[in-house]
């Protein structure tokens, strides 16, 4: 087999300043490379023409992880949900188009914050759904591993502040915890599923059997309750986080040192709750359901360019019955369900808004790299499927048996409901499944990169990418050295994710096809793909797939829905022989095990 260079090409620059105006009139106003074929990360310029360039000021750098959006969620990528405040970032930035996570949140976060696969990084599986087989097996210990280098010690390392606040899910142990990975401060859920409101409800504690109270941890301090101006969990993450950047100012405003700053939001992840102002706001804005609004959002999706013309609507999920089909009860909760997901969505802009205002107040907003992506597919499970009773029985007990699933409780703290898997496809309208999947609508999500002091502005990039290329391309920016397989003493692996440095530029002209060459290779819960350009090869087990290797050309299927396995033997070998050299690469260990989900 023969390893080709990858590289970086393709016009996929597209002006949609005017198209953003779009979004509002139509309506409303949203893995992993083969170490062996990837090209050095490092940018071909001197480190000291890279540090002239940065100038005197190292920039800011601000990420913000939004929970289980879909690709169709954001007022840039199409949704009919206002998000001004996060639309003018992309608007001063570069929109990525392709770009792909890992089909769930742990593994996301920990390539995030590494660059590494998550299957090296200590999240070959989720902590929660870890199968025997795997249990001590290393990558999988279930938390952000030693082995690699934290993308915010490195930054820590070269004189930065570094600041986090939201949802962790790397580690549940102070030893395990973001102030042992790089955070001077950091105010930190613990574990995914936890409440939105200040009773710190908790679903996987509850199946441990500690009675559902949620672990939170304040600068490595384990928390017995939260602080009293925790209203909601979107404005108290932000609020937690304008703290420390307001107090890092003042306190280096001689110095001017640079900050790194995690926002990680736990919204708009089940269980489905917001503000009831919020929830007010999007009232019978979804009667006419997920059918209306699949074919709604990806006609926006085409006008904005982010699809191709022509794209067509995937079909619609076996267990979403017709809209039509549905009761009138049925119909009133499940459109409850989604204002309430809007509300959250709402919501994360909102905040965002009053982080963006601070930052320019404090006149460090220019100066500030800011990367926003989702951690996975929306979420379309039901809670039948989330949590079959042979495998998490206490957790569903505690669910049915607590909560209050009357039409008027829906969204507050006594309510526990997911929008399930009608609303899943409509937040990602042209793609097949949804998080946990292999497949486009379980890894690619909305995504940019703004920093318009220095980047390019109000463009797209259709480019193949990966959230392994975050620490890279964030290391580049800053002038940071990547890791040479030692770290504060200890040998650490390799950067395996790319540098998008060039393709984030005015002056990045595409002069072949690179995208065709690049391989992405990616497994959970037994699930497994290689993406090789426009080529995915796929395997799920039932009912989501056939259990045997299915090969899709997704440049001419977006949905990914005529199986080219047959017709293409020579293409499902090549990729068969990559996917073996991933997973030997990788150390992956197929679960003999696994929930369902």
Not at 153 to 159: I, P
């Amino acid at each position: 087999m023969r390893r080709r260079s990858i590289y970086y090409g393709g016009p996929g620059a597209l002006h949609f300043y005017a198209r953003l105006v779009l979004i509002f009139a139509l309506g409303g106003v949203g893995v992993l490379l083969l170490p062996g074929c990837q090209p050095k990360v490092a940018t071909d310029a001197p480190q000291s023409l890279r540090t002239q360039e940065l100038g005197a000021e190292p920039p800011n750098v601000l990420i913000i992880v939004v929970d289980d959006a879909g690709f169709s969620d954001l007022g840039f990528t199409g949704s009919e949900i206002l998000t001004p405040n996060i639309d003018a970032l992309a608007s001063q930035g570069i929109v990525l188009t392709n770009f792909h996570t890992a089909p769930t949140c742990s593994p996301t976060r920990s390539m995030l914050l590494s660059g590494v696969d998550s299957h090296i990084a200590g999240l070959g599986n989720m902590f929660e759904e870890l199968a025997p087989n795997q249990k001590g097996q290393s990558g999988y210990e279930g938390y952000l591993h030693e082995r690699v280098a934290p993308l915010p010690a490195l930054f820590q390392d070269a004189g930065y502040q570094t600041f986090m606040s939201g949802k962790w899910h790397l580690g549940l142990t102070q030893e395990q915890g973001p102030t042992q990975r790089g955070f001077d401060q950091a105010f930190a859920l613990l574990q995914g599923g936890a409440g939105h409101f200040s009773d710190m409800q908790s679903l996987w504690e509850t199946e441990v059997g500690n009675r559902g109270k949620a672990k939170y941890r304040e600068d490595g301090k384990l928390l017995d309750q939260l602080p009293n101006n925790f209203e909601y969990s979107s404005q108290f993450y932000v609020d937690q986080l304008i703290g420390y950047i307001e107090q890092h100012v003042v306190s280096t405003a001689e110095a001017k040192t640079p900050f790194f700053a995690y926002l990680a939001f736990s919204a708009p992840h089940w269980p489905l709750q917001a503000p009831p102002e919020a929830i007010a706001r999007h009232k019978g804005k979804y009667d006419a359901g997920y059918d209306v609004l699949a074919a709604q959002r990806l006609a926006r999706q085409i006008e904005l360019g982010i699809l191709p013309p022509g794209t067509s609507l995937s079909p619609r999920p076996n267990d979403a019955p017709a809209w039509q089909d549905l009761s009138a009860k049925e119909r009133a909760l499940s459109a409850r369900r989604m204002e309430i997901y809007a509300a959250m969505v709402d919501e994360v802009d909102r905040h965002t808004g009053r982080l963006i205002a601070a930052l320019s107040a404090e006149g460090v907003l220019d100066n500030t790299v800011v990367v926003f992506l989702s951690d996975n597919g929306a979420e379309g499970h039901s809670l039948d499927a989330l949590f079959p009773e042979p495998v998490f029985p206490k957790a569903r007990k505690w669910v049915l048996e607590t909560f209050n699933y009357q039409l008027e409780a829906l969204g507050n703290a006594e309510s526990y409901v997911l929008y399930g898997p009608g609303w899943g496809w409509a937040a990602t309208p042209a793609f097949r499944g949804y998080k946990a999947y292999v497949s486009q609508g379980g890894t690619r999500v909305p995504a940019f990169i703004s920093y318009p002091k220095q980047l390019a502005r109000g463009v797209q990039r259709s480019e193949l990418l990966s959230v392994k290329d975050i620490a890279p391309t964030l290391l580049e920016l800053a002038g940071i050295p990547l890791p040479q397989g030692r770290f504060r003493g200890r040998k650490v692996s390799a950067i395996s994710g790319q540098s998008m440095y060039a393709l984030l530029h005015d002056t990045y002209i595409e002069t072949e096809n690179p995208s065709e060459d690049r391989v992405l290779g990616m497994e959970l819960f037994g699930k497994r793909s290689i993406r090789q350009g426009s080529w995915n090869l796929l395997e799920m087990y039932s009912p989501q797939g056939t259990g045997e290797w299915q090969l899709y050309n997704v440049s001419t299927d977006l949905a990914e829905q005529h199986d080219l396995a047959s017709k293409r033997p020579d293409k499902l070998k090549e990729l068969i022989e990559l996917w073996e050299v991933y997973a030997h690469e990788n150390n992956i260990v197929i679960p003999d095990w696994n929930s369902g989900y």
